[in-house]
């Protein structure tokens, strides 16, 4: 693991980012927001926070997860 990555940045400190909600987000608020135009990170923030820290991951790293979802390996 590397641990000499910067902080991550708030979402202010992304300008440019165009953050996206998934459709199956529900009502009750508990949501995250993702940002795919950004190079080389995809930025992920609550979106309760939208001023507040957004997690950086590798794409890969992001996809790997994302695929993992899909094909129900976590559980809620």
């Known amino acids: 693991m ?4 910067p902080p991550s940045p708030s979402a202010v400190e992304l300008p440019g ?4 909600k998934s459709s199956h987000s529900g009502a009750n608020g508990d949501c995250i927001e993702v940002a ?3 190079q080389g990170i995809v ?3 609550d979106s309760k926070n939208p001023a507040g820290p957004a997690l950086k991951f590798q794409p890969a790293a992001y ?3 994302i695929s993992d979802v899909r094909e129900g390996r976590y559980t809620a």
């Open 17 to 20: 980012a165009d953050w996206f």
């Open 43 to 45: 930025p992920v923030r």
């Open 63 to 65: 996809s790997a997860f």
């Open 36 to 38: 795919h135009n950004i």
């Open 2 to 5: 590397n641990t000499n990555l």
